[in-house]
Every structure is written in C-alpha cells, then in structure tokens.
Nanobody, 121 residues
Framework: QVQLVESGGGLVQPGGSLRLSCAAS????????MGWYRQAPGKQRDMVAT???????NYANSVKGRFTISRDNAKNTVYLQMNSLKPEDTAVYYC???????????????WGQGTQVTVSS
C-alpha cells in the first residue's frame, strides 16, 4: 500500500508564494516518478510538474519560471515551490506517484487527497 499526504495549501494574494509538500510512505522506491497535478472547478485535472527519481523535471507551460518541483529521497518527500502566484493557479493540488510496471503487475498511479490553493485578493 502506498500513501501520499499533501500539505501546505492555503489562501494567498496574487504575487505571493506557497510551498506544497507531499510525503510518501509504503511500498515505494526513490526511483519512482512523482508529480503535482491540479484541478479547478469545472476543469480537467492537469499536470503541473513532474520529477523523476534522478531529478529530471518537467513543467506545464503555464507554470514555467514560477514553480519549482524538487524531492528529498531520504525523506520520501516531494515539494512544489510556487512563486508569483496568479488567480488562475487556484485549484486543488494533488500529489502523484507512478509505480512502474513489472513482470507481474501493471503501471499504477497513486494519488494524495489533495490540498486547496486559493489565490485571491
């Protein structure tokens, strides 16, 4: 069993910053790719940023230059530093972990419960 617990969401003014954290536990490896996704009311859940076990990152165009994803493998934790926040960033942010396929199992995605980020004046 894999568990992901997000924290760090809240209310912030436009231009402000927040740092989200996601702590992973269970049958996991530091080699697993992890990421952050977000879903606003009435919209699809979209990728925000991902990071491989080796530290390779990928970002949605809408957050490039403003958000930074990182991980601490010793703590099994991934972070999302969000700067220069905009109202359009308002959403529930979900942590994701991808367990790769093996000879006896398919790829499986695990999700946290979500943390609300609201950017408003």
């Amino acid at each position: 069993q894999v568990q992901l617990v997000e924290s760090g969401g809240g209310l912030v003014q436009p231009g402000g910053s927040l740092r989200l954290s996601c702590a992973a536990s269970g049958s996991i490896s530091s080699t697993y790719r992890m990421g952050w996704y977000r879903q606003a009311p009435g919209k699809q859940r979209d990728m925000v940023a991902t990071i491989t076990g080796g530290g390779t990152t990928n970002y949605a165009n809408s957050v490039k230059g403003r958000f930074t994803i990182s991980r601490d493998n010793a703590k099994n934790t991934v972070y999302l530093q969000m700067n220069s926040l905009k109202p359009e960033d308002t959403a529930v942010y979900y942590c994701n972990l991808v367990k790769p396929p093996t000879i006896v199992s398919r790829q499986y995605d695990y999700w946290g419960q979500g943390t609300q980020v609201t950017v408003s004046s």
